[in-house]
């Protein structure tokens, strides 16, 4: 049997919808109206309540909805030496646009990778000291470092050898990884877009167009966070999340994870894996059949994008047609990503997403009654 507990069986991807006055202190801290340490006294706040909420649905795993972020990932990886943002990333023609046409800014190596300060450790202390649950921190998979612009947004004067970028992406997440660990963090997810992207069959092409091989990719990448993550504590938990874009209700990728299935579930060392399964866009359950039984997965049939809130028979057909792929005993329920990926949030109320998570929460007890 896998090992549950953390992931608990209701549990939740991570970012919250930032509450409103929430926002408009970020506003006022970007005209510098206030200062850095008022804003983050306003953040402290706004996530002790948010934790609040978090327990009082029933949620064991808590995060602090991210509330200190713009970006689920840039935010990360910005501080990470050698790591340059700029830009925008190009949208997937297939995909559904954002309504202004927008996307997130683009990141490029620009120099040697280096972790050269603590990034979410601080973060972490204060969360773990608001919550008597499970404090959980989510970041971005190194994958991320990787997969949008390949070899051509690594430099080629830092990195003439592609070997040596995966090395030193390693140990960069290792370092804070450690760092994490050391400060009393016991469960941390990696937020990975690539692996699921590599189902799309637009974004298979765009791969093999600038020369990688998307067949290789997800060894690749398999054997980068193997290298982060092998020899970590007993009682260090870490998953993945599986993500294909959610950038306000919209998303990036589509297609099925059978591509990618048996590298997922066979040769990345991970306890568990959130996975998207809310709409059409994720394939059938039939990939899970490559799960082995030491790992959990969670199931993401819950939307985040939309408010309509799905019914508890709807949640408990859905995990029963999973169940025919994989032990009942070994799965978990969340949402299929967060509610707010980014700072501007999906297309949905708070009041909606509480009671989506808390459904999440009554239903796991339903079919698994603990």
Not at 70 to 96: C, M, R, W
Not at 191 to 198: C, E, F, G, I, Q
Request: hydrophobic content about 35%; aromatic content about 10%; proline content about 6%.
């Amino acid at each position: 049997m896998s090992k549950i507990n953390p992931p608990f069986r209701a549990d939740h991807v991570g970012s919250l919808l930032r509450p409103k006055p929430l926002l408009e202190m970020r506003a006022r801290y970007h005209r510098s109206e206030i200062s850095l340490e008022e804003l983050r006294a306003a953040e402290d706040e706004f996530i002790r309540e948010a934790v609040e909420k978090e327990e009082s649905v029933g949620l064991q795993s808590i995060t602090d909805g991210e509330f200190r972020r713009t970006y689920f990932h840039l935010d990360f990886l910005e501080q990470v030496g050698g790591v340059t943002v700029s830009g925008a990333i190009a949208a997937n023609p297939d995909a559904k646009p954002a309504k202004d046409g927008f996307t997130p800014p683009r990141l490029a190596v620009t120099g040697k990778l280096r972790h050269t300060k603590n990034i979410q450790v601080e973060d972490f202390l204060y969360l773990k000291s608001v919550t008597s649950k499970t404090p959980k921190v989510c970041i971005p998979s190194p994958t991320m470092v990787h997969f949008r612009g390949g070899r051509a947004a690594i430099d080629i004067n830092a990195y003439p050898d592609m070997d040596e970028f995966f090395v030193d992406l390693a140990q960069v997440y290792r370092d804070e990884i450690e760092a994490l660990y050391a400060a009393g963090c016991r469960y941390i997810q990696l937020d990975d877009t690539n692996l699921a992207y590599l189902c799309d069959p637009k974004m298979r092409q765009d791969v093999l167009d600038r020369g990688d091989d998307p067949n290789e990719l997800p060894h690749t990448y398999a054997a980068l966070i193997n290298s982060v993550i092998d020899g970590r504590p007993q009682d260090l938990t870490v998953a993945v999340h599986m993500c294909r874009g959610n950038f306000r209700s919209t998303w990036f990728a589509q297609g099925g994870y059978e591509p990618v299935a048996e590298v997922l579930f066979n040769e990345l060392n991970v306890d568990a894996y959130f996975m998207e399964y809310d709409d059409e866009r994720s394939g059938d359950f039939s990939p899970l059949r490559f799960v082995p039984d030491n790992k959990t997965v969670v199931l993401g049939v819950v939307t985040s994008k939309t408010g309509n809130l799905e019914s508890s028979a709807y949640i408990i057909q859905r995990i029963k047609e999973a169940a025919q792929y994989m032990p009942l005993e070994n799965m978990c329920l969340s949402p299929q990503c967060g509610f707010s990926s980014t700072v501007h949030g999906n297309e949905l109320t708070e009041a909606a997403q509480w009671a989506k998570l808390e459904m999440i929460v009554n239903t796991a007890r339903e079919v698994w009654g603990d």
